[in-house]
């Protein structure tokens, strides 16, 4: 019985003794991955010690490789996105110069006064189309460039009003030929998390739509309301309307709906306003009947919220 006893207990401590050792085995190979991590994260390179045995170096080795490889695949993005911003920005410049020349040519002939009637209609449709290529090709750089990083977007604390004013005068020519009426709500300033210039641009773009689709003599409204988290700027127009169908589109790059494939534009416009204010950690939200206006809201962070 004695005997029995002591050959259990033997058997209990060589059990222990292999659970601690395979224990510290564990704990030497937690502390490989972890160190050969940090130095990967550290950006240092990795040292394989010839002192550990061939199941920690082999774990080392393949964490140097895959570091390796991940440290290939960043500076081959790098490299692309460095060819990607100097082909744009050589390309930006060889279509605006043959689009200056030509707008140039048109200026001066528009000063011509022996040219007739039905010439000089052509002349303003011309100007007009030429406007409107520079504005699409405009645009397009500058999504590329907010997609793939390549502008500097600084947000500050500036006030609303002063953001909504750049955007109504930049379009108020627009709405008066058109005998649109924008009516601003009377509003309690405040400082609001923004980049003033890029704010205003999307702000612009939301009310052209408004004016292109809306009919003449009819109203845009613009709301503006300070929330706990954001503040809400709500612009209301009197057009045809977006269907609940065409949510989820309106704000893709070149999406037209198909009520307004006949009114000229490019889709461009409503999908630069949503890069726009979700670089501003911001979001967009759009409220419309067909038949009876829409309502874009544009929500903007009080404070800085990281997200």
């Known amino acids: 019985m004695i005997t029995g006893m002591v050959l259990v207990c033997m058997i209990v401590v060589v059990l222990l003794a292999l659970l601690f050792l395979q224990k510290q085995r564990f704990q030497q190979l937690y ?4 160190s050969s991590l940090d130095l990967a994260l550290a950006g240092k390179e990795q040292e394989i010690s010839p002192y550990l045995n061939s199941r920690y ?24 996105k460095e060819k990607v911003q100097a082909f744009i920005s050589d390309l930006s410049h060889e279509i ?12 001066i002939l528009v000063k011509k006064t022996e040219l ?7 002349q303003k449709k011309m100007t007009v189309q030429i406007q409107k290529i520079e504005w699409i090709l405009g645009s397009l750089f500058k999504s590329v460039y907010l997609e793939e990083d390549y502008l500097q977007f600084d947000l ?15 379009v108020f020519k627009k709405a008066d030929d058109k005998g649109i009426e924008i009516i601003l709500c009377p509003y309690q300033d405040r400082d ?10 999307a702000l ?24 706990s988290l954001f503040t809400e700027v709500a612009i209301t127009d009197e057009g045809i309307g977006i269907s609940k169908e065409e949510y989820p589109f309106i704000f893709k790059r070149f999406y037209r709906g198909k009520e307004v494939r006949d009114i000229e534009g490019s889709g461009i416009g409503l999908y630069l ?13 759009v409220k419309s009947e067909k038949g009876r206006g829409s309502t874009i809201s544009v929500f903007l962070q009080n404070v800085c919220i990281q997200r």
């Open 273 to 285: 306003v949503k890069m726009i204010i979700e670089k501003e950690k911001g979001y967009v939200v």
């Open 96 to 107: 605006k110069t043959p689009l200056t020349n030509i707008a140039m040519y048109q200026e």
């Open 116 to 122: 007739d009637k039905d010439f000089r209609e052509k």
């Open 204 to 227: 612009a773009n939301i009310l052209e739509n408004s004016i292109k689709y809306s009919p003449e003599n009819s109203k845009i409204e613009i709301q503006m309301e300070h929330g």
């Open 57 to 80: 170096s082999a774990i080392a080795s393949r964490l140097a490789e895959l570091e390796r490889k991940i440290n290939y695949e960043v500076e081959r993005e790098k490299l692309s």
């Open 31 to 34: 502390e490989c991955v972890i």
């Open 156 to 170: 500050e604390y500036a006030k609303l009003t002063e953001t909504m004013s750049m955007a109504v005068s930049s």
């Open 192 to 201: 609001v998390w923004h980049n003033k210039k890029w704010t205003a641009e």
